[in-house]
């Protein structure tokens, strides 16, 4: 069965740290790969997703890059980290091929930034 | 573009009692629906999902059908528990184009369900 798993699960960073999310998936061969953003008191927002190594599409201009060094991996990035870069974050994967499919997604990290 | 329009909560019931979330959505196309559930402190589980016009989804007693008519996938249960209480998301996935596959959220809606 596949499973997706994304790590640290908390993190507390200063602002102008830098910030590195990884999340793995299992089970499954080049998926479709996302990371989503769900700041407080609101909705869920797509950051980056990537349909192969190396590919990375952004959805909204931030303080936040994505690398898809291998065809599981899906690393969240900042150089700088900002106040309003606190949230969960969460990476999500999916089949590709049919706009049906499910999006799963792993169990989120909570990023407080002070 | 597209959107995703979830009745604001938050809505809170006594247990046994009817749920009703709403939805409405805006996009081109043909998309597939989603209700996604999440925990406190956990991530987000699929609840059900629509695929084409006319489609119910159904899971753990709760429902939605996929309404082309009305741009609606409203969410129901008959019968609610304690165990039910969390934040659901109704979601939308394009279809087709350079969109293709991924989801647009609604806000959220807080259940709470009290004994």
């Known amino acids: 069965s596949q499973t997706i798993h994304q790590w640290p699960a908390t993190l507390v960073q200063p602002v102008g740290s830098p910030l590195s999310l990884e999340c793995t998936v299992e089970?499954?061969?080049?998926?479709?790969l996302y990371w989503y953003r769900q700041a407080a008191g609101r909705g869920l927002q797509l950051l980056f997703y990537s349909v192969g190594i190396g590919q990375i599409s952004s959805e909204v201009p931030q303080n936040l890059s994505a690398s898809r060094p291998q065809d599981r991996q899906f690393i969240l990035s900042s150089k700088k980290l900002l106040l309003s870069d606190s949230g969960f974050y969460l990476c999500a994967w999916s089949v590709q091929g049919f706009s049906g499919n499910t999006i799963y997604f792993g169990e989120g990290s909570w990023l407080t930034v002070v | 573009g597209n959107s995703v329009t979830q009745m604001e909560g938050p809505v809170t019931l006594s247990e046994e009692a009817f749920l009703t979330i709403n939805c409405t959505y805006t996009a081109t196309g043909y998309p597939s629906l989603f209700w996604y559930v999440q925990y406190p402190g956990e991530g987000l589980q699929l609840l059900l999902k629509?695929?084409?016009?006319?489609d119910k989804g159904s899971n753990k007693g709760f429902e939605a059908t996929y309404r082309k008519e009305t741009t609606s996938f409203h969410l129901e249960k008959g019968s609610v528990q304690v165990s039910d209480s969390a934040v659901y998301f109704c979601?939308?996935?394009?279809?087709?184009?350079?969109?293709?596959?991924?989801?647009?959220f609604g806000q959220g809606t807080i259940l709470t369900v009290h004994p």
């Open positions: 979601a939308l996935a394009n279809a087709g184009g350079t969109s293709y596959g991924k989801l647009t």
């Open positions: 089970g499954t061969s080049n998926p479709n």
């Open positions: 629509a695929t084409k016009a006319d």
